[in-house]
């Protein structure tokens, strides 16, 4: 598409042949996006319904990457997104029963929680446990961040996002 606003992502995903010798048995375009209601984009990059996760030999594995998911990851998984968020974007508050690996790639992202906003720039790692919170873009240009949820024990507190729910 030209006049996407996010550029592709190229997703290169190895493994094994029926050798046993390493490979690559992915290399393209991550294909599975979803645009929210406030312009911004998630790109599901991979997730994984177990731990530990199933990484057996063989070229015909499961493309985890086009799994149809919402927020949280699936039971006892991972779930693995790029985030393309818009300037002036406000996403909604929420909170899921999960541990959060949050890199920043590019621009600036702020993330607000109940009582207070940290600001994050490219480069940046945060590691968001259950939290509520929101991420909004304050700037002039696109902030891309990359997603790692893992699947946590429940909290027992609030209203979170849950199995297959989206945060919209």
Known sequence: ??????????????????????KVLIDAPAENRRRSKSGGQSTLIWCTDRTPADIATGENIEDMGARVLGTPPPPNGTRFTVNDIPPGRSGPMHRTETIDYVIVLSGEVEMEMDNSTIKLKAGDVLVQRGTNHA??????????????????????????????????
């Open 135 to 168: 991420w909004i873009n304050r700037g002039t240009a696109p902030a891309r961040v990359a997603f790692i949820l893992i699947d946590a024990k429940p909290l027992g507190i609030g209203h979170p996002i849950t199995r297959g729910a989206t945060v919209r």
């Open 1 to 22: 598409m030209t006049d996407d606003p996010f550029p592709p992502i190229r997703r290169v995903v190895t493994g094994h042949d029926a050798s046993q010798a390493a």
